[in-house]
């Protein structure tokens, strides 16, 4: 009946998510995946060409008078970034850039990538992407060549990690999601490589392989920001140098499109500092502060200590062989949900609301089914928020906590384990991700478990639902006690 699963928010296919299917209660965990195959090795850039190329860059940025000085790419220990060329106070902004600089929808249209794209219904990502490989395969000849120069072969999302690398995350939610999104990034390719690269050797004369096209899918996945998806989708030379700082919370956008020059028919993308920086100290802003540690690592290739970036993702569903299938599905589309509902359970908060309610609807059956009849179609919700009778509250607590058990059996080590390894000095930057992710499941997952073991133990003394419905009858006197008649 429960089933745990990947991570959910990233992409249509590695929807797997703790899964509970109704009637009649049971367990199962997927299969394990497959693991992706190792990844072609690429030639890391010397420590003098990677100084040239960034020369390069700003030279290209100058001439097209992208900034205005008060930024400079830079050598950071991040890799590249940006750093303040002056003192800047909070909401300066830091970084330009014109729309003709862009790798976007519109630079594909004019591209004879747009050609050759015509016609065909392909995600935006996928024109991009394929935008990317093409004016990487022109080498000096294309106009984003100083970019493309500077653009890392490789960072540590966890789709480019080794199968060593992925036995870390055994058993963890991010490993499926790992999985499906390079199975979904497999499918693109395998579509369009039939379709256009070989069918356009003009556009790509060198050979174009799935692991080129994963690296085009992780560059727009790690430097695309949030907000510009879809039709919007655009890789932004120059500001998206900027990092992510755990220390930066604010929740206000730190960029924006704008009009520029004459009537502000100039197009540019502006970044602002959320904060005061000193000369010649790096520019952070903060990527995105909902989403969890699962995410960071598969999008950016990166962790953060912090309770709040730990979660873990429940799947309930009303399975199609319940008897009570139709009226089940009836209850749950009319208070906003479906057949499958998500719950994202964060470390240290709270279940969503409507999480034990809609437990309490799969497991109904028996003699407590009556409350799936059409006569309580319009008030069944309100009395699923409380509990319905002890078999009920009872099931529920069982099969969340034989979930939670069997999921936590998955893993290769225990949390006080993985809290002993981060004390480790000189971990490697994928190893601190595995421990930081697994560490995190984990932790959420005795969470869940220990809410359900201390309701178990409520049991006996909660309220169910004949003792409510008696009570308001007036069956019920002060003391508990049911009266029949009063003389």
Known sequence: MATLHPHRHLLPPHHRPLSLRSSPP??????????????????AANTTAAASALQDFRRWLSSHGSGEGKAL?????????????????????????????????????????????????????????????????RGADSPWAPYLAILPRQTDSTIFWSEEELLEIQGTQLLGTTVGVKDYVQSEFDSVEAEIISANKDLFPGTITFDDFLWAFGILRSRVFPGLGG??????????????????????????????????????????????????????IQYDLDKSNSELALDYGFVESNPSRDSYTVTLEISESDPFYGDKLDIAELNGLGETAYFDIVLDEPLPPQMVPYLRLLCIGGSDAFLLEALFRNSVWGHLELPVSPDNEESICQVIRDACKSALAAYHTTVQEDEELLERENLQPRLKIAIGVRAGEKKVLQQIDDIFKQREEELDGLEYYQERRLKDLGFVGDNGEIIFWES
């Open 231 to 284: 039709d919007k989708l655009a890789l932004i030379p120059f500001a998206d140098l900027v990092n992510h700082s755990p220390d930066i919370t604010s929740e206000g956008s730190s960029w924006e499109i704008k009009g520029k020059g004459l009537f502000g028919r100039e197009v540019m993308f502006s970044l602002r500092t959320p904060v005061n920086v000193k000369s010649g100290e790096q520019i952070y």
């Open 73 to 137: 790419p830079a050598a950071v220990l991040e890799g590249l970034g940006l750093v303040a060329a002056r003192d800047l106070p909070r909401g300066e902004v830091v970084a330009e850039v014109p729309k003709k600089l862009w790798m976007d929808a519109d630079a594909v249209s004019a591209s004879d990538i747009g050609r050759a794209c015509g016609g065909r219904d392909l995600r935006p990502w996928v024109t991009v992407a394929l935008l990317l490989l093409r004016e990487a395969a």
């Open 26 to 43: 049971r367990f199962r965990l997927p299969t394990r995946p497959p693991m992706p195959r190792g990844l072609l090795p690429r030639a």
